[in-house]
């Protein structure tokens, strides 16, 4: 954990006050909770991450749950409130923007699979259990609702693929080097 949250440090510019990089930090610890072998050890670890959760919540607006899977060198860009369903599964190098909302379909229900590399837009949401391919742009204030192809730049509500195939913003960042 320790490891992933120094990369995670990093690719936030080293910045300490970037609340993004805490709503991160605090769900690392919470997924590493859920790791624990010893229930007394995951239960009191549970009640801390609880109300880590609430703190970041209130003071960044970021709610990420412990249960969602987010792979290596995950970031945000820019502040503002980015939600994350419990189900979710995002792939290695994702980017998201402020006011980012990846959410089920319903109580109950399974959220967004999202590939590698895939960058969202402020605004941006997915609803239910969709795929996002590898190296897609998701637009501002775009509403994913249907599966999306890898390298795809998808715009609109509902979001539609773009038939030129051009960016709308930035590249994908590079990850920080280890050192």
């Not at 769900?27 to 670890?45: E, M, V």
């Amino acid at each position: 954990m320790f490891d992933t949250v120094r990369r995670d440090f990093a690719n936030h510019d080293r910045n300490p006050f970037h609340l993004g990089l805490w709503a991160l930090v605090v769900y690392r610890f919470g997924h590493w909770s859920l790791q624990r072998r010893n229930r007394l050890a995951r239960w009191f670890l549970g009640k801390v991450y609880g109300v880590l959760i609430l703190f970041i919540g209130i003071v960044s607006g970021n709610f990420i749950e412990r249960q969602a899977r987010i792979g290596q060198d995950f970031r945000f860009i820019g502040y503002g409130p980015v939600h994350i369903h419990p189900r979710a599964k995002l792939g290695d190098r994702c980017v998201v923007m402020p006011g980012v909302t990846i959410a089920g379909a319903g109580e109950g229900t399974d959220a967004a699979t999202i590939g590698d590399d895939v960058i969202f837009g402020p605004r941006a949401m997915t609803l239910g259990p969709v795929q996002i391919g590898d190296h897609c742009r998701i637009g501002a204030n775009s509403l994913i609702v249907g599966n999306v192809r890898p390298y795809s730049v998808m715009v609109g509500v509902p979001a539609r693929r773009r038939k030129d195939g051009l960016g709308c913003f930035v590249p994908v960042p590079e990850p920080a080097a280890n050192g």
